[in-house]
């Protein structure tokens, strides 16, 4: 059974910085790609960072230079740092794994079709001015 656990969400203030761990469980870990995505109220779900099993990422354009997104094979975990928040980075944020030849089309293909991955509860991010 695949289980994913988010956790490093918190509050900060703009300028600020957050570490998103997730660790997963019941399958081969590094073998999908994984990914984070964030929805902010009333905005529907959009693809944040991704990673495959290479270690090939992408950003959506909004993070690019902030996030940086990696994994740790030996842990099972994948991370997701965040510098320069903005109050526009507040959002719930999920971790995904799922199958996928390349990060930026798992992040698209999860973002049209979430029941092709494989989901984690979500962390609370909220960035304050």
């Known amino acids: 059974q695949v289980q994913l656990v988010e956790s490093g969400g918190g509050s900060v203030q703009t300028g600020g910085s957050l570490t998103l761990s997730c660790a997963a469980t019941g399958y081969t870990f590094s073998s999908w790609c994984m990914g984070w995505f964030r929805q902010a109220p009333g905005k529907e779900r959009e693809g944040v960072a991704g990673?495959?099993?290479?270690?090939?990422?992408s950003y959506t354009d909004s993070v690019k230079g902030r996030f940086t997104i990696s994994q740790d094979n030996a842990k099972k975990t994948l991370y997701l740092q965040m510098n320069s928040l903005k109050p526009e980075d507040t959002a719930i944020y999920y971790c995904?794994?799922?199958?996928?030849?390349?990060?930026?089309?798992?992040?698209?293909?999860?973002?049209?079709?979430?029941?092709?991955?494989?989901w984690g509860r979500g962390t609370q991010v909220t960035v304050s001015s």
């Open positions: 990673i495959d099993k290479d270690g090939i990422t």
């Open positions: 995904a794994a799922g199958v996928g030849d390349a990060p930026i089309d798992f992040l698209r293909d999860l973002e049209i079709r979430p029941d092709l991955g494989y």
